[in-house]
């Protein structure tokens, strides 16, 4: 049993959509607690719930019934304001659809959300172990698909994040660019100690994890704790 502080405590978690013939309930009742400084894997098959569970996490869906806790504070309950200013001071998150700004540089799409810090990282310095620091001055468009989702990655990593919410971050990448963004997900964890929650279909991943969820049918079939980790650099498929 780890001793550390919980610091995601999620607690009979319930959402659908659509109603009537159409209603669809895509979590069902999800409990479960992540410590801080964890990374945390979620595994679980196409249309399981795994971007709707972190969505919910990151504040930008509402849950039908129970209560997710980030460091004490409980989401389903706060102001909409209040629920803008835990984005903005908390969380970095990579979609998984990059969602980069198309009329804003490589830099500006990172610098934009470095603003919205108090103690955002160096973005040169973010941008060299990024491989990006060469390509800065391009516009996405101009730039490839792993370049563009080492830039989202950059772009929620520049706040220096309590939380890191990473959905899909290597779905579309080849197997060398995945396990340098894992390598760099994995210095930034053992740096600066943000939690980190990782959704993926890649099994693989889960080793390099503290711990282990699995999503299956709307509810967590699966929840360990991984004691001895593979560095990411170590990790094969
Ligand atoms: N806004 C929405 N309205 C209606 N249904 C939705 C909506 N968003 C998601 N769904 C449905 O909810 C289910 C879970 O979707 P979700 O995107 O969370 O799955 P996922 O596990 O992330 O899948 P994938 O691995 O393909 O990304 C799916 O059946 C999806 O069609
Ligand atoms: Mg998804």
């Not at 909409?80 to 969602?99: H, I, K, S």
């Not at 919205?116 to 060299?128: F, G």
Request: with cysteine.
């Amino acid at each position: 049993m780890s001793t550390k502080q919980a610091y995601v405590q999620v607690s009979g978690l319930r959402k659908h959509y659509g109603d009537g013939d159409a209603r669809l309930t895509v979590l069902d009742g999800i409990d479960t607690s992540i410590n801080r400084g964890e990374i945390c894997v979620m595994l679980g098959p196409s249309g399981s719930g795994k971007s709707t569970f972190l969505n919910l996490i990151g504040g930008l869906e509402d849950a039908d019934g129970g209560s997710i806790m980030v460091d004490g504070c409980a989401l389903t309950v706060l102001k909409p304001t209040d629920l803008g200013e835990y984005r903005r001071r908390e969380l970095g998150f990579v979609f998984q659809f990059y969602n980069l700004v198309p009329d804003l540089t490589i830099k500006e799409n990172i610098e934009v959300t470095a603003h919205l810090s108090k103690n955002p990282l160096n973005v040169d310095d973010l941008l060299r172990s990024l491989g990006l620091y060469e390509h800065r001055n391009k516009f996405p468009r101009q730039v490839s698909g792993g370049q563009q989702q080492r830039c989202a990655i950059g772009r929620a990593l520049v706040k220096n994040p309590g939380l890191l919410l990473c959905d899909e971050p290597t779905g579309a990448l080849d197997y060398k660019t995945s396990k340098e963004i894992l390598q760099l997900m994995e210095d930034v964890n053992r740096t600066y100690g943000c939690t980190i929650i990782i959704v993926t279909h890649n099994a693989a991943i889960a080793r390099m994890a503290n711990r282990v969820l699995r999503l299956r049918d709307g509810r967590i079939v699966e929840d360990g704790l991984n004691e001895s980790p593979v560095a990411a650099a170590e990790l094969d498929w």
